[in-house]
């Protein structure tokens, strides 16, 4: 079973083709007849696909892999968990289940690359939901401690009341770019014309 493509997609960090180019390979291998389950990379299967948001594929393949595969290897049960707290929204359980578990070399780049990102998105969420929000709650979101939590977000120009512990959100300057239509732009100018003539 010839996986260079995905140790390539792997090695040059493109992790969000990992999922469909391990939905393509595993096609490929299946249409061929050859017994791949034994050594197929599931749990680098479906972290790609939770890294790419698509939890109904990540689903899915986590019905289709036999269950003495998920028994037999750990891994795979830990990648699952990330994707049942995706599926749950327990956002918090998300980083509890990214650090609790000690990852192959394989996988460790991309379950840091996607705990990056998830940190943004929440980031990007708390920015958009809240004009003030507690230590408490952004460190919960955020999966950090509270220390930690207040260190990111000042990072990112928000300030702190430290006498009510309330983190008060910077939100992002809002940049309106006018956009011409020039079909607007000829009629101004036929009417101009006509008004002229």
């Known amino acids: 079973m010839d ?4 140790h390539g997609a792997l090695a040059s960090k493109s992790y969000d083709k990992i999922g469909e180019l391990c939905d393509e390979l595993l096609i490929q291998v299946a249409s061929r007849g050859i017994a791949f389950q034994e ?7 479906l972290i790609g ?3 790419a948001n698509d939890l109904n594929s990540a689903r899915f ?26 599926w749950t929204r327990d956002y918090a359980g998300v980083y509890g289940a990214v650090r609790g578990f000690e990852w192959s070399p394989e996988a ?8 990056e990102n998830y ?6 969420l708390l920015v958009s ?13 955020l999966g950090m401690s509270e220390n930690e939590a207040t260190n990111y977000v000042l990072q990112h120009g928000w ?31 036929e009417y101009v014309f006509h008004l002229e003539h």
């Not at 702190?160 to 607007?184: G, R, W, Y």
């Open 108 to 115: 460790v780049a991309l379950v840091t690359a996607f705990a």
């Open 49 to 51: 696909h939770i890294y």
């Open 119 to 124: 940190t943004n998105k929440m980031f990007n």
């Open 39 to 45: 050594e197929w990379p599931y749990a680098i299967h």
């Open 3 to 6: 996986l260079s493509e995905l």
């Open 61 to 86: 393949l986590w019905k289709s892999i036999p269950e003495g595969i998920k028994k037999s290897r750990p891994e795979i049960m830990a990648a699952w968990k990330i994707g049942q707290c995706l």
């Open 159 to 189: 300030t702190l009341d430290s006498s009510s512990a309330m983190l008060i959100v910077k939100k992002p300057s809002i940049t309106k770019e006018q956009k011409l239509d020039s079909s607007k732009l000829q009629r101004l100018t």
């Open 129 to 141: 939901a809240y004009s003030t929000i507690s230590v408490a709650d952004a460190a919960h979101c």
